[in-house]
């Protein structure tokens, strides 16, 4: 992307006057001129804005280094040594964040955009290489967090700054707890990226992914205008639910659908703790071979789903398995009892195993907090921890053999090992046809396993490697027993390991083979839809859509923000 070639005549003289890239005084006399004329732009662009120095940080600027780290949440990229961006700027309004793009790409800067600061690979705050002659910005839109519900239209409007746990609690407090949203169970997550992937969770086999139950948005595009969904158009609009965020622009609003959910829902955890080696492992072994046939048939309202982790044994203080099954059903638990009696009994799930609450307790929950804590829990932002972490994703198009399973097992208890996750698909999700949204594991697409591993304050550079090596090595291991042609993977689950851009070379033939992956045949689509709209690549990251062009390009819209600078 080049910057504007016309610019205000103040602009374009502080601009020229910019020192050449060279050593670090000069670098940081560079950053100065930069960000001195940034703020002239926002001044311009955005004239409400009062004070522009308090949207826009510079690396020299004492409020960048705190702002930046404010939601960074995988520790491995917040370190010194990581390529941070030239500019950090933090809108209050959609008036700021229009005028944040404009001013961007009038810079010349390509644009990330952070909400939560949840991209399993940093990507929203971080570049992988140094710029050089590539410069970034990060628009923090963390501040945009408004979000309002309308119950006799069962709709409620969000922000990207906006938190899961947020929104859910305003779902139900609005709504007298008869609505909900189907998402995830993380509450600290930002529906920003959260939606812009597709976002599930426990209630997905009866209502979809969160981007399933999209209905409007506002996006920003890469000239500054403000879009909804009719003036964006269909196409756009379909790539921005489940296309991943980073790539169209930046969604200021999103406006969701909610769902009826009953007054009584219940739920069960159980943890058989696993005896290596003998009946006790073959028993659990078959238990998660039962489970894997049917899990994913269950009725649509019944979400059973199964982790293994490692756990120390207090007697022998010997690392062995422990299997978990935890599970949502939207009702009580004699309706429970029933679906679990009829199709999976093996689980000896007992009445008094099984809890009833209301869904937004239930949301709680699954998240760890099984005490009957207040709803307000959901409201706190930093209930997430800082860890150093990696996360890969498979998916299941049939269920794993038990040597499979046995690998998992042997693998669990490792010195620097994680834990896996297995969550079932099926019921709605299989329904949805694979084009109706990019997100494309839809039919015959049994359930999606994550392999995870963290290492909280372990910041040893060797140490990394091996818990680095663990999650790669299972990965490898379980290849025989996963989707295959392509290997399905999950964007909201980002792993650079499966491929990236190269900034100034980004090109659809070379992305094919991380974004297939993705979004298997929707990821043309999306190319071309960024050819569309973004063709300069003003929205780039490292797994950004790249643009595809096969015709000749729509007339361009009219009325964006960089033409004003543009066209002075």
């Not at 994680?418 to 049994?446: A, C, W």
């Not at 372990?458 to 818990?467: A, I, L, P, Y």
């Not at 025989?480 to 491929?499: C, E, T």
Request: charged share 25%.
């Amino acid at each position: 992307m080049q910057p504007c070639t016309r610019l205000s005549p103040l602009l374009l003289v502080l601009l020229l006057l910019l020192p050449p890239s060279s050593p670090q005084p000069h670098e940081l006399q560079e950053e100065e001129g930069l960000r001195e004329s940034f703020l002239l732009c926002i001044s311009r662009l955005s004239p409400g804005t009062a004070d522009p120095s308090e949207l826009v940080h510079a690396p020299a600027d004492a409020s960048y280094r705190p702002l930046l780290a404010s939601t960074i949440q995988n520790l491995r990229f917040a370190s010194a040594r990581t390529p941070r961006p030239s500019l950090l700027v933090t809108p209050r309004t959609v008036a700021e964040v229009r005028a944040s793009v404009a001013c961007c790409k009038a810079h010349g800067l390509t644009v990330r955009a952070r909400s939560g600061g949840h991209d399993y690979e940093g990507l929203s705050y971080r570049a992988l290489r140094p710029s050089g002659d590539h410069r970034f910005a990060v628009v923090d839109v963390a501040a945009l967090r408004a979000v309002r519900v309308d119950a006799p239209r069962r709709v409620a409007r969000a922000q990207p700054g906006v938190t899961l746990g947020e929104l859910y609690y305003a779902a139900a407090e609005g709504s007298g707890g008869a609505l909900g949203f189907p998402a995830g169970i993380c509450p600290t997550v930002c529906v920003g990226g959260h939606l812009s992937g597709g976002g599930f969770g426990p209630m997905m086999r009866s209502h979809g992914l969160a981007a399933d139950n999209v209905v409007d948005a506002e996006l920003v595009d890469a000239e500054g205008r403000l879009l909804d969904r009719e003036a964006m158009g269909e196409d756009l609009f379909w790539a921005i639910r489940g296309g991943g965020g980073g790539s169209f622009g930046i969604v200021v609003s999103w406006t969701v659908r909610l769902v009826p959910v009953p007054s009584v829902v219940s739920a069960f955890t159980v943890r058989p703790l696993v005896r290596r080696g003998g009946e006790d492992e073959q028993a659990v072994l078959r238990l998660l071979t039962k489970w894997q046939l049917v899990a994913h048939a269950l009725p649509n309202d019944l979400f059973v789903k199964a982790a293994i982790e490692p756990k120390v044994d207090a007697s022998s203080g010997e690392r062995r398995p422990l299997v978990v099954f935890k599970s949502l059903f939207l009702g009580n638990c004699s309706g429970m009892m029933s679906q679990l009696d009829n199709h999976l009994p093996e689980l000896g799930i007992k009445p008094s195993d099984c809890r009833e609450m209301n869904w937004i307790q239930s949301m709680l929950y699954f998240y760890g907090y099984t005490n009957g804590q207040p709803a307000e829990v959901l409201l706190d932002r930093t209930l997430q921890p800082k860890e150093y972490y990696k996360i890969k994703l498979d998916y299941l198009t049939s269920p794993i053999p038990t040597a499979g399973l046995a690998v998992l097992l042997d693998k669990i208890v490792d010195e620097k090992g994680g834990s896996v996750d297995i969550d079932p698909q099926g019921g709605r999700m299989s329904e949805i046809s694979e084009s109706d949204t990019p997100y494309s594991h839809r039919r015959g697409y049994l359930y999606n396993v994550q392999y995870f591993v963290k290492w909280g304050d372990d910041k040893n550079v060797s140490s990394e490697e091996e818990h680095l090596g663990w999650v790669r090595g299972v990965h490898q291991l379980m290849t025989p027993y996963v989707s295959k042609r392509p290997r399905a993977a999950y964007i909201n689950f980002r792993d650079l390991d499966l491929g990236q851009n190269v900034e100034g070379n980004t090109t659809y033939e070379d992305a094919r083979v991380w974004g297939e992956k993705y979004f298997r045949g929707n990821f043309r689509r999306l190319a071309m839809v960024k050819g569309e709209v973004d063709p300069e690549q003003v929205f780039w990251s490292e797994q950004s859509i790249p643009p595809l062009v096969v015709a000749k390009r729509k007339s361009p819209r009219q009325g964006g923000l960089v033409s004003e600078i543009c066209d002075t």
